[in-house]
């Protein structure tokens, strides 16, 4: 595993790459947010933007949505992979911040992945967006990035890598680190054609 300072210098060159870097999923109100990370699930931030758009003027509250019919939730997302499962995940949610919360979003992670269709990765993207609460959820993209970089290793589970970067990153910077890690899988070290010709970690990098 990698030191604090090589930590140190790949923050600092995502921090240089993206200084802007935040999330890109469309909300408005803090159960948009909930729904549209439990809608990212294995698929992109751009595809469940193309359908969250109109989903939330149609449903335009908590209980809108847990009143809609399903099948026209269905036919909101129905460009999404596992359209049916997040539909009933849609209106679970709903139903269990009306019912459980009494209209109110927690920002406890245990009472969040009581939701329907979250688990500890998106309780800390909902707990980073909604609440600002320091914590560093670790996606498909950071996955990768550490095991390239030698953060992680192929046995770990996300939340191993999540406990190794929040060892290695002061809490102060795990939310900006996020972001910008995310941005760097994203858009520079691609699963396919990374750019390691410009890259300026090439040196530490096992890829
Ligand atoms: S050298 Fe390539 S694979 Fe390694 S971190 Fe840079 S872009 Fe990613």
């Not at 890598?161 to 691609?190: A, D, M, N, V």
Request: hydrophobic share 35%; with cysteine; net charge positive.
């Amino acid at each position: 595993m990698i030191n604090k300072n090589r930590m140190e210098i790949v923050s600092n060159y995502v921090d240089s790459l993206f200084p802007d870097a935040k999330c890109e999923l469309f909300y408005n109100r803090d159960y948009e947010l909930v729904i549209a990370v439990m809608l990212s699930a294995q698929t992109t931030d751009k595809a469940v933007n193309q359908v969250t758009q109109k989903l939330f003027t149609d449903y335009k509250s908590l209980l809108d949505l847990d009143n809609a019919p399903i099948e026209d939730i269905e036919e909101h997302i129905k460009t999404l992979g596992l359209y049916k499962n997040k539909a009933k995940n849609i209106k679970g949610i709903a139903h269990t911040i009306l019912t459980d919360f009494n209209g109110v979003l927690p920002s406890d992670k245990n009472e969040l992945q009581k939701l329907p269709g979250i688990g500890n990765k998106s309780a800390g993207v909902i707990r980073i967006e909604v609440f600002k609460i320091p914590d560093l959820p670790v996606d498909t993209h950071i996955i990768r990035i550490s095991n390239r970089l030698g953060i992680a290793n192929s046995k770990d589970e996300p939340i191993d890598i999540e406990r190794k970067l929040k060892k290695l990153i002061p809490e102060s910077s795990w939310i900006k680190t996020h972001h910008q890690l995310i941005h760097f899988g994203r858009y520079f070290c691609l699963a396919k054609s990374p750019k390691c010709s410009e890259c300026k970690l090439k040196e530490y990098c096992k890829y």
